[in-house]
């Protein structure tokens, strides 16, 4: 057993997606596509007494960490550092969910595979409802498309060969839960038909016009996210929506062209590792 180890998981926006539950947690999730993100979730775990998971200095019941933790048979400290807000688009809690699980295996010496351990972060995200596809997206890394849901043994993944710079503004959060719980018919049939458009072009343009198109046909986009976007569209940027939260998020310049002070970083060139 290691005193400690730390792992490194990108931030992840989602432009758009459908949902395809399943009663097995590990074979549920959601085809779609987003962005990996510089900034990130730094998670260290350190064999404890009892249970603790700490983001950002402040003690918080996460239920994917505390699922991976019993999952590995470990009782351990869960000290996160994040770049991102939670709960505004970002993938945080994936993303804690992902780290905890591949510092967890080094500290305890559980020697499971890189598709192990991402299986089990996917099915505590998914079982908690807080997810679909982020885990499996910030072990991909990149800018990756999301052609079936599931975890490693389920899912296929490609992904759109590029880099960019990347701004966002987070307005507030959106409960990520309460939109899965609810009717996602909508939300599906329009995650399908991006997805078409995205998988026939796939571009960097080609992902933020279908993400665009998503987010007005799934009714998710409020006011300010709707007059955010407007902003980027008339100085001639490309904007849209983080799935879910009210956040904007920009290629290039594009928000501060727009008169914004935005956060300013780019795609993630690999997934999550342990540092």
Not at 5 to 29: E, L, M, Q, R, W
Not at 90 to 117: I, W
Not at 232 to 252: I, K, Q, Y
């Amino acid at each position: 057993m290691r005193d400690e180890a730390t792992a490194f998981v990108p931030g992840h926006i989602t432009g758009f997606f459908s949902a395809h539950p399943a009663d097995d947690p590990t074979k549920a999730g959601s085809r779609g596509a987003g962005l990996t993100l510089t900034d990130g979730v730094t998670v260290t775990v350190e064999p404890a007494a009892e249970t603790t998971i700490v983001l950002d200095g402040e003690e918080l019941e996460i239920e994917p960490v505390q699922t991976v933790l019993e999952t590995l048979e470990a009782t351990a400290h869960v000290e996160a550092e994040s770049d991102l807000p939670l709960g505004a688009g970002f993938g945080v809690s994936g993303a804690m969910a992902l780290g905890t699980a591949l510092a967890t295996n080094r500290v305890f010496e559980r020697t499971l595979s890189t598709n192990e351990l991402v299986t089990i972060a996917h099915g505590a995200e998914v079982q908690a409802g807080t997810g679909l596809g982020d885990v499996v997206a910030q072990a991909h890394g990149g800018i990756p498309i999301r052609l079936e849901p599931g975890g490693p043994h389920e899912n296929v993944l490609d992904s759109i060969p590029a880099r960019a710079r990347v701004e966002y503004v987070t307005f507030g959060e959106l409960s990520t839960a309460d939109v899965l719980s609810g009717d996602t018919e909508q939300l599906t049939a329009a995650g399908k038909e991006a997805l078409s458009r995205v998988v026939k072009e796939p571009t960097l343009l080609s992902l933020m016009y279908a993400s665009r198109l998503f987010a007005r046909e799934a009714e998710l986009v409020t006011e300010q996210v709707a007059r955010t976007i407007g902003d980027v569209t008339d100085v001639n940027g490309h904007a849209s929506m983080a799935m879910l939260g009210e956040t904007v998020f920009a290629l290039g310049t594009g928000l501060s062209d727009a008169g914004y002070d935005p956060n300013v970083c780019a795609t993630h060139p690999a997934g999550a590792m342990l540092q």
